[in-house]
């Protein structure tokens, strides 16, 4: 039996409103080589019934719940293909971009990870958005440290990675979940380089119940990620890491305001100018501060 060039790892927990779709724009990719494995993270809605109506055509993995890195990780082991792609349950893939992304790295055998451009739906399906500005080169970590703008775009939906090279760097983290992915892409463009495609191959979902929008579970993920990014006192990392500091305090301190803490918000305003004073222009010029719903 051919083995599929690509494993697709769809995660879902609970979300009987989305993974159908998501399922069918797997199966609607006009890249064929490729196997579609649903890992159910212990959802207590109707997603056994919907995702056991696709039958043979993908292959599902029912589990307790050990959270969506566990799932992700499940599914790359139980998958065959030489590269693989995840996909959040509740988002969406246009048709030609498992096809676009194997190009990319036919193109460029020396890639680590492949993402691509975005475009932003609300629970509804309509674009709200896009984002376009995805990193790429030799030096997407930095990007990632600093919170450019310019990172992995797509959260967990947007990246390609080749297997080997997602077991070289030790796959998801377990301990987290909402920055798992930018934890994962961190340590892939710290050793390798990103390739990005400017065509926006995926639909995000923006709703009140994405992952992201846990501020207190995002705020431990991002201050594990950075601990782990600057643990091995590399040099090239400790020449930005004040600057890197500040930057999340300050997207933290923004993400607080919007949940309506107004004293974490001030305790990471206060953290970030005094990592770094200059960043007292971003507080002034802001009408509040800048929120980012994905950090990866």
């Given at each position: 039996m051919k083995k599929a060039l690509v494993t697709v790892v769809i995660p879902n927990y609970n979300y009987a409103d989305y993974?159908?779709?998501?399922?069918?724009?797997?199966?609607?990719?006009?890249?064929?080589?490729?196997?579609?494995?649903?890992v159910d993270d212990g959802s207590r809605d109707d997603s056994r019934n919907i995702i056991e109506g696709f039958g043979d055509k993908i292959r599902p993995i029912f589990q307790q719940n050990a959270g969506v890195?566990?799932?992700?990780n499940a599914g790359v082991a139980a998958g065959c293909g030489e590269f693989v792609a995840f996909l959040d349950a509740d988002d969406v893939w246009m048709p030609e971009k498992l096809e676009m992304q194997v190009a990319a790295f036919r193109a460029d055998p020396e890639l680590g990870l492949v993402h691509v451009a975005v475009e932003e739906i609300d629970g509804d399906g309509k674009k709200i958005g896009e984002r376009m500005n995805g990193g790429e080169g030799d030096d997407v970590w930095k990007d990632l440290l600093l919170f450019t703008g310019r990172?992995?775009?797509g959260g967990g939906s947007g990246a390609?990675?080749?297997?080997a090279i997602f077991e070289e760097t030790g796959g998801f983290d377990t301990r987290?979940?909402?920055?798992?992915?930018w934890d994962l892409?961190?340590?892939?463009?710290?050793?390798y380089s990103v390739g990005f495609i400017g065509k926006p191959l995926l639909q995000y979902r923006v709703h009140s119940s994405n992952m992201h929008s846990n501020i207190g579970v995002m705020e431990r993920d991002m201050l594990l990620g950075f601990e782990k990014a600057f643990s091995d006192n590399d040099a090239q990392t400790n020449e930005i890491k004040?600057?890197?500091?500040a930057s999340l305090y300050q997207n933290l301190a923004g993400s607080f305001y919007r949940a309506g803490d107004l004293m974490a918000c001030i305790r990471y305003s206060v953290r970030s100018l005094t990592a770094r004073p200059a960043n007292?222009?971003?507080?002034?010029?802001?009408?509040?501060?800048?929120?980012k719903k994905r950090l990866s």
């Open positions: 993974v159908g779709e998501a399922i069918e724009s797997c199966l609607r990719q006009t890249y064929p080589d490729i196997e579609v494995i649903v890195s566990a799932a992700r990172g992995v775009l390609m990675i080749p297997r987290l979940s909402t920055s798992a992915d892409y961190y340590r892939i463009s710290r050793r004040r600057v890197g500091y007292i222009v971003h507080f002034i010029k802001a009408k509040q501060p800048a929120v």
